[in-house]
């Protein structure tokens, strides 16, 4: 089957739906298996249920996730077997007879299923970074409740209602508006899910002379409401860890073996998130402890470091979600006796649940790298 009936297949996921809106799960899974293969967790085409998928499975599922969806992995890895590329391997002809018999379940896909696989060709272009891009783009566009989604996404964020509200009416009046009369598109620039299409759809946008008179006029709010939507496309679809990855590969003068522990890293798994696990225990900020909450997050941003401090474990904190992206934003940061800084440009951060009293107890080899994060991501108010 060619690449593009795949891309097809993978653009019309069928989805369960629940109060008009169709449930995440089956896109989490699908871009957790390709994360995994990208990163040689899955080296032969045998998905296996283990805890590596059900914590990527996680990451994608916390972002996506709407009212009573449920953190249940085992449902796609059963109902993607009605995509038709996605099959199941049991143990033996028995064990598939007594699984069909009854409703799937956590407990009966681990006893049962041996693995799943894909479509040969479909496994080939996933391993491919050429092909796999196209694929992941494919997946994004299955997202449903697009607005919704983003201004759940800018809430974790910590913009204000009022902010919230401007930028999703932008994107869906005037910036839309404008777009379609330069017969750019004919979409709601809001509906648009893929992150390749959004960005050539904007990038004719801002030459139009009157997106750049409306948008000094409005002190660059639409550029703002621009930018903030192609940030939330880019976390859905980690189209930016992508192109780092394709970085990574195409260095000449560094092993297989190095390049795959940054591949590895760079998508918060392998030896640097243990590490960090081993040195924090916890959040390093709050000591939760449940670790398929938690993400390794670099202190030096990842395209400012070098090789070897992205693999630095003093290059990192342990941090759950909302605080992960708090501190990768540049809204807070840490100074050298731990204490936190919170910048004046994160509203209501207490939604966030973060409060000027939280702290890390950090040693003197975290301190240059914190230094660079106070200096160059934080976000002062001047």
């Avoid at 449920?70 to 996605?86: D, G, I, Q, R, V």
Wanted: charged letters at 25%; aromatic letters at 12%; one cysteine or more.
């Amino acid at each position: 089957m060619s690449l593009q009936l795949y891309i097809d297949k993978l653009s019309n996921l069928r989805a369960a739906r629940a109060n008009g809106r169709a449930r995440p799960h089956k896109i989490c899974m699908m871009l957790a298996v390709a994360d995994l293969i990208e990163n040689g967790h899955i080296s032969t085409n045998k998905i296996n249920y283990d805890n590596e998928l059900k914590s990527r499975f996680t990451f994608y599922f916390d972002q996506l996730k709407q009212g009573n969806d449920a953190n249940s992995p085992f449902l796609p890895f059963h109902h993607l077997e009605s995509e038709k590329y996605w099959h199941l391997a049991f143990r033996s002809d028995r064990d598939e007879k007594n699984y069909r018999l009854k409703s799937a379940s956590a407990a009966r896909v681990e006893k049962y299923v041996y693995h799943a696989y894909l479509d040969v060709q479909l496994f080939e272009y996933l391993r491919s970074q050429n092909s796999a891009i196209h694929l992941r783009a494919a997946l994004s566009t299955n997202i449903d409740q697009l607005e919704e989604q983003f201004g759940r996404w800018m809430k974790l964020q910590g913009k204000s209602d009022k902010t919230i509200k401007n930028y999703i009416g932008a994107m869906k009046s005037s910036l839309s508006n404008w777009a379609n009369d330069a017969h750019i598109t004919n979409k709601s620039l809001i509906s648009v899910a893929s992150y390749f299409e959004y960005k050539t759809i904007t990038t004719k946008l801002r030459e139009l002379n009157e997106f750049k008179a409306n948008d000094k006029r409005g002190k660059g709010m639409y550029s703002a409401a621009l930018n903030a939507y192609s940030a939330f496309l880019e976390d859905v679809t980690q189209v930016e860890t992508q192109f780092d990855i394709e970085e990574i590969l195409a260095q000449p003068n560094i092993s297989n073996t190095t390049k795959a522990t940054l591949v590895n890293t760079r998508l918060g798994q392998g030896g640097f998130r243990q590490e960090l696990i081993c040195l924090w225990g916890g959040c390093s900020i709050t000591n939760y402890q449940n670790t398929d909450f938690l993400i390794a997050s670099h202190i030096k941003p990842w395209k400012e470091a070098s090789n070897s401090e992205r693999l630095d474990k003093y290059n990192g904190l342990l941090l759950l979600a909302n605080l992960d992206k708090a501190f990768d934003r540049g809204y807070i940061s840490f100074l050298d006796t731990g204490k936190i800084v919170i910048s004046e440009k994160l509203a209501e951060p207490e939604v966030l649940g973060i409060n000027s009293k939280m702290r890390v107890s950090l040693q003197r080899f975290h301190q240059e790298y914190l230094a660079f994060h106070r200096e160059q991501v934080f976000r002062y108010s001047a």
